[in-house]
């Protein structure tokens, strides 16, 4: 048996990762977009490393973009299926691909303009609307902690991640030419006593295990707690200043979380003056999908909705749907928040509207999850004194902001509890992935500590024997 590692190999994005096993089957495990990546990004998305004709089963860990966003392109370029995920993924997914295709169309719609003498082929959308719908036929919904034969050689198990809604561990129970073999994905791992999800549980002892190190050797508690760094930022810039507070936030997840404390905020009395658009039909979608899903939620949330039944709306609340209405808001001279997507700010409405904000000091554009440094979330945390935004240079004038406790993603230390269910001499291999190359140094040091003997960073598209 060999795994090969097409994506987030030393970086965060792109993830798949495929299994071929001596009799040549080949299971994909994610097919997500490289984001963020500068001029590299679209040549890294054009190129699978890889045949997807050859691919015969794909198994989803979560509808994040980056683990779901090229499925579509996939499917175009011969996948046939089948295809596995969570309900609530199923769901999510649904309306993720369907807004990339969208946003892929009117990007290159935009960039035709911007430069006409580049050809079409070279920047062209990856997949369109009727290839996602195709994709979308493809799926079977499977439930957590229910082991499920999904080919005689191959048993799959989902257990929670708690990253987002529908995350999950996928676990593998496969008969490699007789010798059992059991592999676990770890996708993405949330924080343990998550805002709005159940925590992370328990998976089966993995001989091979591939886990996420995004924050491989970062501690979220050492961060201000996301709620009072939340409201500090809303009290300093509309109070004080009577700016804006525009949040770059991923539709899936981290909007959601936001509306929550939002609620409480405006329960508590504290925001009762502010309004808050939410600017992205994608997080208006979502958040309505997260509603229609409360076996993820965690005892917390699942009581507040004995009272309040509804914990993402509020008084003072407003989705923005239209194109129109969210132009308005660039010459909304009042104190405001603006949400709206992508949570690295590289593409979505978000990008207007931190161009309309970034030169005034009155505003904040406020980080509240990972960007990658070439991203434009990224750069702007990097306090620049200029930023270059759809082709325009702007004076960096608005306060840069961040909320690091707000990540979806678990610290080293949630990370070391997900494994702690696993006897660490029975791993014959732990693979790092998802995460820049100097954190998983840091963290693969970490995991040798806790007593894992054979851990290895793939770089993009090695391939590994497996015995």
Known sequence: MKIAFHGAARTVTGSKHLITLKSGLKILLDCGMFQGLGEETYPLNKQFGFDPKDVDILILSH?????????????????????????????????????????????????DREDPDTP????????????????LTLFHKIEYDKPTQIHQQVELTYTDAGHILGSAAVSLKINDSGNEVHLTFSGDVGQYNNLLLRSPQVFPQADFILIESTYGNSLHKDAAPADTELLRYIQETCMQRK??????????????????????????????????????????EATDITRNHPECFNKEVLKLMQRDDDPFAFPGLKYIKTVDESKALNFEGKPCIILSASGMADAGRVKHHIAHSISDPRNTILMVGYCDP????????????????????????????SIRSLSAHGDYLDLSQFLACQNPKAVKRLFLVHGEYNVQQDFRNWLIKKGFLDIEIPELHQEVGLG
């Open 374 to 401: 070439h991203s434009l979330g990224g750069r702007l945390l990097e306090k620049p004194s200029e930023v270059t935004i759809y082709g325009e240079k702007y004076q960096v004038k608005a306060d840069i902001g």
């Open 120 to 135: 079409k082929s070279a920047t062209g959308p990856l997949y369109d609307e009727a290839d996602v719908r195709k994709t």
């Open 243 to 284: 700016g804006k507070l525009v949040i770059p936030s991923f539709s899936v997840g981290r909007t959601q979380e936001l509306l929550y404390n939002l609620n409480k905020m405006s329960l508590d009395g504290k925001i009762d003056s502010i309004p808050v658009y939410l600017d992205s039909p994608l997080s208006i």
């Open 63 to 111: 509808a994040h973009v980056d683990h779901c966003g090229l499925i579509p392109k996939l499917v175009k370029e011969g996948f046939s299926g089948p295809a596995y995920c969570t309900p609530a993924t199923y769901d999510l997914t649904e309306v993720l691909l369907l807004d990339s295709a969208h946003i892929q169309e009117y990007e290159n719609r935009h960039n």
